[in-house]
Nanobody, 120 residues
Framework: QVQFVESGGGLVQPGGSLRLSCAASGFTFRLYAMRWYRQAPGKERELVAGISSVGGSANYADSVKGRFTISRDNAKNTVYLQMNSLKPEDTAVYYC?????????????WGQGTQVTVSS
């Protein structure tokens, strides 16, 4: 079955860095676009960053451009989110997501989430 192991979250001071990892299994990872979403208390889940199946293109929310970098290692079935210059407003639960559309069917899988808290 589809499984994700997310790690790397925690408490960090403003200006600090964290690297999130999401190791996937149970599906053909290299065929899926991968995304990181986040959800802060009382707010809707928002897309943070996405990367194509082969890693050739990436996109970012305006709020994180220049600070966050998404990458993937298809040999390890893992997607990463390097977060630098963290701000208190980056505090949220971060979720990895796998998405693919094929033969008219959309496949969409979610990780369990990892908490990121930016506070002094």
């Amino acid at each position: 079955q589809v499984q994700f192991v997310e790690s790397g979250g925690g408490l960090v001071q403003p200006g600090g860095s964290l690297r999130l990892s999401c190791a996937a299994s149970g599906f053909t990872f290299r065929l899926y676009a991968m995304r990181w979403y986040r959800q802060a208390p009382g707010k809707e889940r928002e897309l943070v960053a996405g990367i194509s199946s082969v890693g050739g293109s990436a996109n970012y929310a305006d709020s994180v451009k220049g600070r966050f970098t998404i990458s993937r290692d298809n040999a390890k079935n893992t997607v990463y989110l390097q977060m630098n210059s963290l701000k208190p407003e980056d505090t949220a639960v971060y979720y990895c997501n796998a998405n693919r559309t094929g033969s008219g069917t959309t496949y969409n899988y979610w990780g369990q989430g990892t908490q990121v808290t930016v506070s002094s």
